[in-house]
């Protein structure tokens, strides 16, 4: 298939046509589904984050106004999409964490250095492991980029709980990456 | 953005998460996306018919209950003065003596409306008063209602008697009250002020029943015919701006006092329009300028052109043309409204709030021609639903009997809208006929 700009698949998406948004698809679907991946608990719920997120893109697309890239368009989608669907699951998403905190033990034997040693796999095998809050702040913050500020605005909480709870994240993440051996969920 | 040292360890867990193989998407995860948006699109679609059929069915629901409400008012102020009657005097009268004196109720009606019945004998007001007590209780209540119609209609038509005896009974002055649509009527209060006050449970009686009823009776409905036309703004399409869309509509609704009132009505708006645009064939650098021109403003004239040059294939190539563009758009606007009046029956201003749905069919063809030959045609054909909320001003002003003239200029904002139409300005004439 001969090979369109962003702009024409732009066009033809706007224009509901099906070869176009199928291009969009398929240009954009690793980006967007390691997006997914990284805010669920598992592919299969990655995988119906990403094919909602496609459809409201779709939908949106009229609206696009090339202020931005379509890839980081998208991607505001995606993430915005997967909060969405943690907070649909989990109204209050910091409500259960620190019973879950409580089944993790304390490792004797700190070292950071273990955090260099895991593979991609197996730290988004970790980051799964995370309670939905937890991960949600923890995505938004290292690996999205944003500001405590912005945090608090996408998640309906306080800059101050935006901190404290990504402390608390980091410091079970710490625990989990400690104890890779050990924790079973 | 920038790390501290406590950040670090995250930031090396964050570089691992980013070194994930990327995943590729199967045959099957497009046909699910696409059976999926399908789905989502007609599931789109219902929605607004739902909600619009909501609202004719909350305004017939309400329409229906206002309308019993009146109903059993009326009949309740029978009731309480039935009851009343009853404790004072225990006299029988059977079932055709009760017919009789319907009879008689309605030939000495037309005193009242005369205001001969100052000066009545009381004792006989209590005997008629026993007697509606006796009428009312054989019969049920839709009964009740019929007798009550049958007599406002003998009684409308036996006013001009000039035999009829200066008397009269509770039954026809709640009758009367009836036929008064929004206040008590002089004769009324004539009736009330002047009846001897040597049996206070009757004076009491016929003023909770006149209480009632002037309640019950503040509620009216009125339809508005009339034409109007419409500036729309779409802001970001093609369309010229000096041509309006112009239609007719109905509205109707109900007065809940004189001073609240609630609108819902149709009306259709057509808009004819044809453009021709003279051009020359692009190179394929000015045609991606083109294209970002579109992304830009979005602007579907150009848009539809592109899909032109795409046909044609023109790259590379320089030829003069022309294209005729035909739009054709009509739109079919629902509105609803809650109107606040200042001012009286005969004259008043209103403010209205409300919303308005809009369903729009728009009929889009474009045919380009180089030199003298049809090159390509396209058409395509639309529909859309649009939600708005709604400012309003209006006012009516009596013209004949129960006719008023009504203008008035809406606002809308539209919410949602396929067509990049982003607000409407109407304006309204037409008359107001008061039931």
Known sequence: MKDFTEQEIILGCVKEDSRFQRLLFEKYYSKMFAICIRFSQNEEEAKDILQE??????????????????NTWLSRIMVNHSIDCLKNRNKNLFSSISENMLTIPDSTEFEEELVKDLSPEEALDLLQKLPDGYRTIINLYAVEGLSHKQIGENLGISEGTSKSQLSKARTFLKKLVNNLNTYVV | MLYNNEDEYLKIFADKISKLNPRQPSSDEWTALEMAYRKHKKQ?????????????SMLCVG??????????????????????????NNATINKDTNKKLIGNTTTKAQNLNENKVIDRNVSDYENKSKQIEKLKNPLNKKETIKVLSKVELLSESNTNKPDVKPNHNILFELTSLKLKSFQISTPLKKIITSTKPTNNAINSI????????????????YFELGICIQNNNFKQLDYPSDQFFKGVGLNAGLHMDNKWSINL???????????????VFQTEEQQIERIDTTIKYNNTYNRLMMEFDTVLSYKNVNHEGSSIYKNDIVFIHLPFQVRYHIGNEKRSVYVAIGALGTI????????????LSNEGNQSKDTYSFMFAPTIGLGCHQKIYKNWALHLASNYSKYLNSNLNQTNTFQLQTGLKYNF
Do not use: C, H, M
Request: charged share 25%.
């Open chain 1, 53 to 70: 997120g496609f459809i409201k893109a779709f939908e949106r697309i009229k609206k696009f106004k090339a202020e931005s890239s379509l």
């Open chain 2, 44 to 56: 789109n679609k219902k929605w607004p018919l739902l909600l619009w059929f909501g609202l004719f």
């Open chain 2, 63 to 88: 329409l229906i209950y206002f309308s019993n409400n009146q109903k059993i008012s009326i009949e309740k102020a029978i009731g309480n003065n039935s009851l009343k009657a009853k404790s004072e």
């Open chain 2, 206 to 221: 016929k003023t909770n029943a006149s209480n009632n009823i002037t309640k019950s009776s503040q509620i009216a409905k």
């Open chain 2, 265 to 279: 009505g149709i009306s259709a708006l057509y808009l004819k329009q044809v453009k021709i645009d003279k051009f």
């Open chain 2, 360 to 371: 729009t069919y728009q009929s889009q063809n474009i045919t380009k021609n180089i030199g």
